[in-house]
Each structure stands twice: as C-alpha cells, then as structure tokens.
C-alpha cells in the first residue's frame, strides 16, 4: 500500500517537472521572439539612419562598440543594462553567472553562497552566482 502511494507520487512529481520544464521553455521562446523582434527593429532603423545620412556607418559602429563596453561594465559590476536586454531578473539564465574564486576554508561564506543560489564547479573550482548575488554578499573583488 505505501509503495504504491510513493509509486504514484514519483509518476505525479515527473509530471510536476515536466509541466515546469515546458512553461520554462515556452517562456524562453517568448523572450527569444521578443529580443528577435527588437534586434530586427533596431536593425531597420539603423539602415534608415544611415540611407538618410543622419548617421555614417562608422558613427554607428562607435556608439555599439562604447553602449556594449559599457554594458559589459555593467553587468560585471551586478547592474543590467540600460535597456535591460538579455538580462534575466528572476530565476537567472545561466549566460549572466558571474565566477567568484572561494578558498575552501571559508566555510561561513561558502554557506552564504550557498544560500544565495550559488552553483559550485568542481572542474573549474569555483562558485557561480547571478550578478546581483555577487554584489549582495560583496564579492565583486572576486569575480574571476
């Protein structure tokens, strides 16, 4: 009798996952289409700057080289970027992780990383954490 009620529980917690799995994906592909529209959007009017002369193709390619620089600063530093774009708030993608070097005998810390949704990789050796971590716990120092 027990073993079939855990039997049934396992089947009903795969299909808890699988229901999640395909909501994650669904909103992936939603945010896919989203920024896909942006960039072509972006695109269009960019080729219109520069059909009107308003912009030189060189202008251009200085302002997304100086605008991307600066949203890398951002993002190491724990910030989204201005526009927010491919930034993910909740629940993180894990293209924004930030590697954060943690010697083994800092056990306190490594409990608050832990906490914090910190991701250990033993290949690499280090913590992996969402900018907003790094920065809530002080440990931008040791992003690597």
């Known amino acids: 009798m027990a073993?079939?009620?855990?039997?049934?529980?396992d089947e009903k917690i795969s299909q808890l996952k699988a229901q999640k799995q395909a909501i994650l994906n669904r909103a992936k592909g939603e945010d896919r289409k989203r920024d896909t529209r942006k960039k072509i959007l972006i695109?269009?009017?960019?080729l219109k700057l520069i059909k009107t002369g308003e912009w030189t193709e060189a202008q251009l390619l200085e302002l997304a080289d100086r605008e991307l620089s600066l949203d890398r600063?951002?993002?190491l530093f724990g910030l989204a970027p201005k526009d927010g774009g491919g930034v993910?708030?909740?629940?993180?993608?894990?293209?924004?992780?930030?590697?954060v070097k943690v010697d083994f005998s800092e056990k306190e810390l490594r409990t608050r990383i832990k906490e914090a949704g910190?991701?250990?990789?033993k290949e690499q050796?280090?913590?992996f954490l969402p900018p907003l971590q790094v920065e809530e716990l002080g440990l931008k120092d040791r992003v690597i």
């Open 3 to 9: 073993e079939d009620r855990l039997k049934k529980l």
């Open 43 to 46: 695109g269009g009017l960019v």
């Open 73 to 75: 600063d951002r993002l």
């Open 88 to 99: 993910e708030k909740e629940g993180e993608s894990e293209e924004t992780l930030l590697a």
């Open 118 to 121: 910190g991701k250990w990789d």
């Open 125 to 127: 050796k280090v913590w």
